[in-house]
């Protein structure tokens, strides 16, 4: 399916929030994605896995997850100097500001004239997965993808700990985890927990293991893994198909 692409301006908490958005060409109603990128923001890797997913007939939605501290448009190059950036951006922005963030995003979505309001999911990576995780809180969202989500079990997502393994009660949607066993920011131990606590909140969910490293899913770097990153986006497709198919 051919997509079209834009870029949009959502005010929150009075700062800029860029938003990039791609969408199916045909006219119609499909659901909405709320679409997290990593540390890096929204360079091209991420844009390319927005794009995909829009390709398969979904209205696709990407912040830029550190617009209170980065300037309009900013990409972090994933170097050391990037990762140093990036990892401080996250340290420094208070995790109510990114739930902030996502109410922003799911009225936005639910206020686009091509988005089924009853039709909202979401998926990111790595950081962008535990955010993933966090929207999947909110009652409008009824499928959450989560690509080698980070910081779940100690809390680790901006300053101040992150309550997300103790909320899994609040989640009513279904879950897709994918993970990676060789990825050393989530070892077994928090796969482990992670997994437990998804079953002991009797929430509805799958997890998918790759032998793979940390963002295998990122076409740019030497941890790129294409078959396991097609097996994943397999998987991604036909859960959300099913869930939005209901």
Same mark, same amino acid.
């Given at each position: 399916?051919? @997509?079209?692409?834009?870029?949009?301006?959502?005010?929150?908490?009075?700062?800029?929030?860029?938003?990039?958005?791609?969408?199916?060409?045909?006219?119609?109603?499909?659901?909405?994605?709320?679409?997290?990128?990593?540390?890096?923001?929204?360079?091209?890797?991420?844009?390319?896995?927005? +794009?995909?997913?829009?390709?398969?007939?979904?209205?696709? #939605?990407?912040?830029? @997850?550190?617009?209170?501290?980065?300037?309009?448009?900013?990409?972090?190059?994933?170097?050391?100097?990037?990762?140093?950036?990036? +990892? *401080?951006?996250?340290?420094?922005?208070?995790?109510? *500001?990114?739930?902030?963030?996502?109410? #922003?995003?799911?009225?936005?979505?639910?206020?686009?004239?091509?988005?089924?309001?009853?039709?909202?999911?979401?998926?990111?990576?790595?950081?962008?997965?535990?955010?993933?995780?966090?929207?999947?809180?909110?009652?409008?969202?009824?499928?959450?993808?989560?690509?080698?989500?980070?910081?779940?079990?100690?809390?680790?997502?901006?300053?101040?700990?992150?309550?997300?393994?103790?909320?899994?009660?609040? @989640?009513?949607?279904?879950?897709?985890?994918?993970?990676?066993?060789?990825?050393?920011?989530?070892?077994? +131990?928090?796969?482990?927990?992670?997994?437990?606590?998804?079953?002991?909140?009797?929430?509805?969910?799958?997890?998918?293991?790759?032998?793979?490293?940390?963002?295998?899913?990122?076409? *740019?770097?030497?941890?790129?893994? #294409?078959?396991?990153?097609?097996? #994943?986006?397999?998987? @991604?497709?036909?859960?959300?198909?099913?869930?939005?198919?209901?």
């Amino acid at each position: 399916m051919q @997509i079209t692409k834009r870029n949009v301006e959502l005010r929150v908490d009075d700062s800029l929030m860029r938003v990039y958005v791609a969408s199916p060409k045909p006219a119609g109603l499909y659901p909405g994605i709320l679409f997290y990128s990593d540390i890096y923001q929204l360079g091209d890797p991420m844009i390319r896995l927005a +794009n995909y997913l829009a390709g398969f007939g979904y209205v696709v #939605a990407a912040p830029e @997850i550190f617009h209170r501290l980065e300037p309009v448009g900013l990409v972090i190059e994933p170097d050391d100097l990037g990762r140093m950036r990036g +990892n *401080d951006d996250a340290r420094r922005t208070p995790v109510a *500001d990114y739930d902030a963030d996502c109410r #922003a995003l799911i009225e936005f979505l639910k206020a686009e004239s091509a988005v089924a309001p009853a039709k909202i999911g979401t998926l990111g990576f790595c950081i962008g997965g535990h955010l993933s995780f966090r929207a999947a809180f909110q009652s409008e969202i009824k499928a959450a993808a989560c690509c080698y989500p980070t910081g779940i079990p100690s809390g680790k997502l901006g300053k101040g700990v992150a309550d997300t393994i103790g909320r899994m009660s609040e @989640i009513n949607g279904e879950m897709l985890i994918v993970l990676g066993t060789l990825d050393p920011h989530i070892p077994e +131990n928090d796969r482990q927990t992670l997994i437990t606590e998804l079953e002991k909140g009797k929430i509805h969910h799958q997890v998918f293991l790759y032998e793979a490293e940390h963002t295998f899913m990122r076409d *740019d770097g030497y941890r790129y893994d #294409a078959e396991a990153a097609a097996s #994943a986006w397999s998987e @991604i497709i036909t859960f959300f198909q099913r869930v939005f198919a209901e």
